[in-house]
């Protein structure tokens, strides 16, 4: 043991066609990290047919010598990984170092690096190496690799359409050019520009040149620290979501991670903002003291684990919540969606659409003229300067403006007006939010403990549900509900908490039950007062078609207006919409447009 062995060739071809060479995003990923590791500035990656016929990356890091060169072909002595049992512990080891005689080994490799004298080029076929000759000087490396795993067809097999793979690498190199806003990346396919960033340094910049100027004008900054954490960084407004998770990206001390939990907090922060199963595009960075988290590296991908997690999470959702809290919420009419989503869980043909909206709306600016370059960098500088200057509105009263109103249609929607423009108000939407906001309130400080009930009733359950519930009786005691075994699958409610309305009690009762039930597993108090307050505000509030008189509209508005956030249902619809009345002149087409 601990004798360093050299890794038979069996072994070490296994390795090169599993672990560490998947598919053309791995290849890219680790020919990347080699141009970070060589300090390059300026990394371009281009792709014939998503990378299955040819990746070719160019950087301006060191370079090497001819004998460096001809010596990361070869398999490295390794002490680490001895047989093919270790080689299902692969993920434990931070397998570095393989990956260019793995890569050649399977492709057309061609390596052309320089470190700003006399240049090398060697060419590899399968692991064979064919040619070394002299090259040009130009400092830095360039590697192409050609036909990929052309020589193990299993594998070829494997490969999913060039949606797919050109999705994950697109979705892979967007990541770096945000963690790296000091490099320039640029990501060609098929002679089409994908992502071009400018290397400046500005993580504004990086951002809008992967999610687009319209993902940018609906983003605020953040920051906040403790004595652990320092995090800053850029999270979209609730009314920009996407339908999966991966515009959520954390950097930790520099480095994309991966954490379900951070995603979670971070989409959790913006709970009843939006629909919960819709995701904000985040890009934030956590400065920590190293001995504070615990990385595990694998091939393909970088878990972590914090030593102080919920003080992190806590500190996030403060952050996020409390940015939140201070800006206008009101959607105006435009909608604003991200053509940009490559994605790993997204459908196929999700993916494909979008990838293909990607390369039809980018291949303008590769021809692009100097011009309309120096308007979108103004653009981009007055947007930059907005973001950072957001201004603060404190006073909830303030933030719904006082209106009033004037009409309703199809009895669901009420019009309002001021001097500032007209405004839409779901009904139903804005009496959900009043309706939550007293619940929640209610739940956390009931006046009196329990109301007997006059006639008790009894509630037969399912074997199932009756389990769960059994179990959630204590649970049920503290909420002040005196609920019993009754025999059989049969419970019998006694008393019930002063805030369920009168004439409500028997139907409000079995929804809280349904509640119970539904969370099994993941109960807690507070996710059951966040569910069971949703759900109530939604069975108290008038429903749409409902006509409801002009003094009850002014009483709803005016109750609106005095909850914490005023412009979400507690599904996260919006309550009411605004139009300007600059964007009604524009409407109408009147003077000045
Ligand atoms: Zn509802
Ligand atoms: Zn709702």
């Known amino acids: 043991m601990g004798k360093i062995q050299v890794m038979d060739e069996v072994l070490a071809n296994k390795i090169a066609a599993g672990e560490v060479v998947e598919r053309p995003a791995s290849v890219i990923k680790e020919l990347v990290e080699n141009s970070i590791d060589a300090g390059a500035t300026e990394i371009k990656i281009e792709l014939e047919e998503a990378g299955t016929k040819e990746m070719k990356v160019t950087d301006n890091g060191t370079g090497m010598s001819k004998e460096d060169a001809l010596l990361s072909f070869e398999r490295h002595a390794t002490s680490k990984l001895k047989t093919e049992f270790d080689l299902f512990h692969i993920e434990t080891l931070g397998f570095r170092g393989e990956a260019i005689p793995s890569i050649a080994s399977v492709s057309k490799f061609i390596l052309k690096t320089s470190t700003g004298d006399v240049g090398t080029q060697i060419t590899v076929d399968g692991g064979h190496v064919k040619k070394i000759e002299n090259s040009d000087a130009r400092k830095g490396t360039m590697v192409t690799v050609k036909n990929l795993f052309y020589n193990i067809p299993a594998r070829l097999k494997h490969m999913k359409s060039l949606y797919t793979e050109l999705a994950l690498i697109t979705d892979y190199v967007g990541k770096m050019a945000l963690s790296k806003p000091d490099i320039q990346f640029t990501l060609v396919n098929n002679g089409n520009i994908l992502l071009n960033t400018d290397g400046s340094g500005n993580l504004l910049k990086a951002i809008k040149s992967v999610y687009g100027m319209d993902v940018v004008k609906k983003m605020v900054e953040v920051s906040i620290e403790d004595e652990d954490y320092q995090i800053s960084g850029y999270i979209t407004l609730p009314q920009v979501h996407r339908s999966n998770r991966n515009g959520m990206i954390t950097l930790v001390n520099g480095r994309v991670v991966k954490n379900y939990e951070l995603n979670r907090a971070i989409n959790d922060s913006y709970h009843s903002l939006k629909p919960d199963n819709r995701y904000p595009i985040t890009v934030l960075n956590i400065e920590v003291d190293p001995s504070l988290i615990d990385v595990n590296v694998h091939p393909t991908k970088m878990d972590i684990k914090f030593s102080k997690q919920e003080e992190l999470l806590a500190l996030i959702e403060k952050m996020i919540q409390s940015r939140l809290k201070t800006i206008n919420l009101i959607p105006e009419v435009e909608e604003v969606e991200s053509t940009y989503t490559p994605l790993f869980e997204e459908s196929k043909k999700e993916q494909t659409s979008l990838i293909l909206n990607r390369v039809e709306e980018e291949e303008k600016p590769y021809q692009k003229e100097q011009i309309s370059l120096d308007l979108e960098e103004k653009e981009f500088q007055k947007i930059e300067k907005q973001i950072h200057e957001k ?106 908490p002063t805030w369920i309305p009168e004439g409500y009690e028997e139907e409000m009762i079995r929804h809280v039950i349904d509640v119970v039930i539904d969370l099994g597993k993941d109960f807690s108090i507070k996710k059951f007062n966040e569910k069971a307050a949703t759900m109530l505000a939604c069975k108290m509030a008038i429903k749409a078609n409902m006509r409801i008189s002009r003094e009850e509209h002014e009483q709803l508005i005016n109750d609106l207006r005095k909850c914490k956030n005023p412009f979400n249902c507690p599904h996260g619809r919006p309550t009411t919409i605004f139009y300007s009345n600059y964007d009604l002149e524009k409407l109408f087409k009147r003077s000045g447009f």
């Open 391 to 496: 201004e603060d509105i404190e006073e909830p009263e303030k933030r719904l403006p006082e209106m009033y109103p004037i009409a309703l249609v199809h009895g669901t929607y009420i019009v309002c007006e001021n001097e500032d423009g007209m405004y839409l108000m779901d009904q139903h939407a804005a009496q959900e939010r009043v309706n939550y906001e007293r619940f929640m309130e209610q739940f956390g400080n009931p006046k009196e403990a329990s109301i007997p009930l006059l006639v008790p009733f009894t509630v037969e359950l399912s074997n199932h549900d009756f389990i769960i519930l059994k179990e959630r009786l204590s649970i049920l005691k503290e909420l002040h509900f005196e609920i019993e075994e009754f025999g059989g699958n049969t419970l019998i409610v006694k008393e019930h």
